[in-house]
């Protein structure tokens, strides 16, 4: 059974740098045709992708978010991650991480817990 | 602003069927992209319902279907329980701009 669970900083302070990683477990982070994800929610709204990295490497983002967003994968310690830069209230959101199958059929499988980063002096 | 749009609330009483719309445009699944349902129970993470349109994934009751039609899809939900109680999403690919994945707004469901 794969398991995801998200790990950071819950308070970020204006203009900085969020830094959030996605431990995986039950699975390889590298094998198979898989993309692992962000998706975050403010609170009491909808649900937004962020952006993926798939297991060859490659990244995709939400363009509305491109220009700040990385999103990186250390295999060695099957954990992916999330940069977003210059940090304003309308970040601050529950993230989640989520795996989904590069195929056929584009859906989000597994999801974290979430964790809530706030934006704040 | 959600690029698919969907009614923020419905409600029913314990057995009765209720049905929740997704709309979309030609760029997402006006555009043939599938499209996917998420349930979402109060303080926990979303749990994926429904994918490629009418599939359930193994311990999802056979209560919950799903259709597409034009640029709409919908969730049906039949025989309701007051478990059933959550918010609802869709979700589908955008191919607009470079093309990214997108979630409806979200509806609220309410039993009575």
């Known amino acids: 059974q794969v398991q995801l669970q998200e790990s950071g900083p819950g308070l970020v302070k204006p203009s900085q740098t969020l830094s959030l990683t996605c431990t995986v477990s039950?699975?390889?982070?590298?094998?198979?045709?898989?993309?692992w994800n962000w998706i975050r929610q403010p609170a009491g709204k909808g649900l937004e992708w962020v952006g993926r990295?798939?297991?060859?490497?490659?990244?995709t983002y939400n363009p509305s978010l491109k220009s700040r967003v990385t999103i990186s994968v250390d295999t060695s310690k099957n954990q992916f991650s999330l940069r977003l830069n210059s940090m304003t209230a309308a970040d601050t959101a529950v993230y989640y991480c989520?795996?989904?199958?590069?195929?056929?059929?584009?859906?989000?499988?597994?999801w974290g817990q979430g964790t809530l980063a706030t934006v704040s002096s | 602003q959600s690029v698919l749009t969907q009614s923020p609330s419905v409600s029913g009483a314990p057995g009765q069927r209720v049905t929740i719309s997704c709309t979309g445009s030609?760029?997402?699944?006006?555009?043939?992209?599938?499209v996917h349902w998420y349930q979402q129970l109060s303080g926990a993470a979303p749990k994926l319902l429904i994918y490629a349109y009418n599939n359930r994934p193994s311990g999802v009751p056979d209560r919950f279907s799903g259709s597409k039609s034009g640029t709409s899809a919908s969730l049906v939900i039949s025989g309701l329980q007051a478990e059933d109680e959550a918010d609802y999403y869709c979700q589908s690919y955008d191919r607009s701009l470079s093309g990214f994945w997108v979630f409806g707004g979200g509806t609220r469901l309410t039993v009575l």
């Open positions: 039950g699975g390889s982070i590298s094998s198979g045709s898989y993309c």
């Open positions: 030609s760029s997402n699944i006006g555009a043939n992209h599938d």
């Open positions: 990295v798939c297991a060859s490497g490659s990244t």
């Open positions: 989520a795996r989904a199958t590069d195929g056929v059929y584009y859906y989000f499988d597994y």
